[in-house]
Nanobody, 125 residues
Framework: QVQLVESGGGSVQPGGSLRLSCAAS????????IGWFRQAPGKEREGVSC????????WDVDSVKGRFTISRDSAKNTVYLQMNELKPEDTAVYYC??????????????????WGQGTQVTVSS
């Protein structure tokens, strides 16, 4: 079956780092773009970062620029989200999702057709 599985979430102090993984099965990531989304308590889900079929095509939301980096490892069929200098406002459930937009991507949820179940990231003192 086609699925995405997130891992790597956890609890960290402000300023800490985490690397989230999004492992794909049932399809090749080389044929799709992958986006990361998050949903914080009391807020709607928002796009965080995405990468097209090649890393040249990427986007990230202003609030994470300079701190988060998305990348892909085609050999492992996995996309990563490296999160540095984490802030309490980064606390959320993080989801990865698949899009057919291979040469460009964005945070529009309706463009994504397969979603993982999410991994919790908590940033607090």
């Amino acid at each position: 079956q086609v699925q995405l599985v997130e891992s790597g979430g956890g609890s960290v102090q402000p300023g800490g780092s985490l690397r989230l993984s999004c492992a794909a099965s049932g399809f090749s990531l080389s044929s799709y773009g992958i986006g990361w989304f998050r949903q914080a308590p009391g807020k709607e889900r928002e796009g965080v970062s995405c990468v097209g079929d090649i890393s040249l095509y990427s986007w990230d939301v202003d609030s994470v620029k300079g701190r988060f980096t998305i990348s892909r490892d085609s050999a492992k069929n996995t996309v990563y989200l490296q999160m540095n200098e984490l802030k309490p406002e980064d606390t959320a459930v993080y989801y990865c999702a698949r899009t057919s937009r291979r040469t460009s991507c964005n945070g529009v949820q309706s463009d994504y057709d397969v979603w993982g179940q999410g991994t919790q990231v908590t940033v607090s003192s």
